[in-house]
């Protein structure tokens, strides 16, 4: 994926068997998205700092309108598609982000995941939103996880990341898959049940 194409997610929806990604739109902003993020515990775990609403607004259009980075809002499938007249505001879980790190490379992202919602993390949610991202074209990927946040890092391993580096200054460590051909395929393997749907701004509807 080229940088000129990340904001080809604007208009898709992915479906998968845990995990429903849809774009961050602002109506995602105000209802649960400013909410979780004055948690100190998901500061702590995602290294943000608490942020006004209308700083989380400008930070949603960066992530909306910037060609070097692709973002989803998680939401829960199951909620989603099988409680009648559900709404994206009540199935939100949590987001997963992409975004280029070098301008030089433009096959180099970092990504980022977070189940904000405590009572549905260690369920695989978070995986199955990570191999989706990782099937968007790029061939090497980084992910950068605060030291105490064991499960997050326990997860990339399972994914094949491997530590490359580690911050003492800002108390992190990197990991990094290369995706080789074996790794495409396995990565195929893995996301093949996805389906990609158009999106209409706001108002997906579930299947």
């Known amino acids: 994926m080229q940088a000129a194409t990340m904001r080809l997610n604007q208009n898709t ?17 105000p209802s649960r998205y400013h909410e979780w993020m004055k948690s100190e515990e998901l500061q702590r775990l995602t290294a943000s700092e608490p942020l006004t609403l209308e700083q989380e607004y400008a930070m949603q259009r960066s992530w ?22 559900a709404t994206e505001e009540s199935c939100m ?33 978070g995986t199955e939103a990570v191999l989706a991202m990782l099937s968007y074209g790029l061939t090497k ?9 064991e ?4 997860m990339f391993q399972k994914l094949h990341f491997e530590q490359v580096a580690t911050s003492s200054v800002f108390q992190e460590v990197t ?18 049940h996805v389906e990609e749907k158009p999106y ?6 579930p299947c």
């Open 13 to 29: 929806l992915l479906l998968g068997k845990k995990v429903v990604l849809v774009p961050y739109t602002s109506e995602h902003v």
């Open 175 to 192: 990991l990094r898959l290369t995706v080789s051909e074996s790794e495409h395929q396995w990565l195929l393997e893995q996301t093949s």
């Open 200 to 205: 209409r701004d706001g108002s997906a509807e």
């Open 64 to 85: 909306r309108e910037d060609a070097d980075k692709c973002t989803f809002i998680v939401l829960d499938a199951e909620k989603w598609q099988t409680q009648s007249g």
């Open 151 to 154: 499960p997050s890092i326990r």
């Open 93 to 125: 879980v949590g987001d997963v982000n992409l975004f280029l790190t070098d301008l030089e490379d433009p096959t180099v992202g970092e990504i980022e995941v977070m189940i904000a919602e405590p009572s549905c993390r260690g369920k695989g949610l």
């Open 141 to 149: 990927f980084e992910a950068k996880i605060g030291q105490g946040n």
